[in-house]
């Protein structure tokens, strides 16, 4: 089984461009979540789709960041326009419907986004 | 959600047994303890969870004491390539599919 891709694995652009993340989630797991780590920080929650639906968006820091999961398969996460503050490594992840005890989430290896 | 205090860092050497202790004093009774792991250049990964006693897989073991306001997360002959990160988290049994809050976690460093 594969598992949680994620595209690019790294980018660097400069502030006021824009970037588009891409996340493929493990075929069959309707949840999907967006996550990020800024420099020295911990890893925080940006959002949750459930199929195509956003399930929990209160993560999001502002208005620049757009997150979409049409058709409910892979989900993009843009920036626009990019700010310094914006560096830091987005993590996708995804689950299966929740249920039972508990609702393992498997991660993608990150993208490392460099704003300049 | 509880809040969780565990070590920033800590050593061990190859062979040994590693035992990383969670502090989440105001754990809920709907909640449950889950640990991940994350190596560099990688996202966190599932290692075990529980909800009371212990629990063991192939990897760990997992004590949580009556009262549940710890956990220890205990590493059997640990390796060089346990060199990695460890997070506690406490998530609510119910709305399974809500998010991860992620504290600093444990920053482990196993010496040859």
């Known amino acids: 089984e594969a598992g949680v891709t994620q595209f690019p694995s790294h980018s660097v652009i400069e502030k006021g461009q824009t970037v588009t993340l891409r996340c493929d989630p493990i075929?069959?797991?309707?949840?999907l979540y967006w996550y990020r780590r800024v420099m020295g920080k911990e890893i925080k929650f940006l959002l949750h789709f459930v199929k195509e639906s956003k399930q929990d968006e209160s993560g999001m820091p502002n208005n620049r960041f757009l997150a979409e999961r049409t058709g409910g398969t892979y989900s993009t996460l843009k920036v626009q326009p990019a700010e310094l503050e914006d560096s830091g490594v987005y993590f996708c992840a995804s689950s299966r419907i929740p249920g039972g005890n508990y609702n393992e989430q498997f991660f993608g290896p990150g993208t490392r986004l460099t704003v300049l | 959600l509880a809040k969780t205090t565990q070590p920033i860092s800590m050593d061990s050497y190859e062979g040994q047994e590693v035992n990383i202790t969670c502090s989440h004093n105001?754990?809920?009774?709907?909640?449950?303890i889950t640990w991940y792991q994350q190596f560099p250049s990688q996202g966190p990964r599932f290692i075990i969870q529980g909800y009371k006693t212990k629990v063991t897989n192939e990897v760990a073991s997992l004590f949580i004491p009556a009262d549940r306001k710890s956990s220890t997360l205990s590493l059997p002959r640990v390796s060089l390539s346990d060199t990695a990160v460890y997070y506690c988290?406490?998530?609510?049994?119910?709305?399974?599919?809500?998010?991860?809050?992620f504290g600093g976690g444990t920053r482990l460093m196993v010496k040859p």
């Open positions: 105001n754990i809920a009774t709907n909640d449950y």
């Open positions: 988290l406490v998530q609510t049994r119910y709305n399974a599919g809500n998010m991860l809050t």
């Open positions: 075929s069959g797991h309707d949840n």
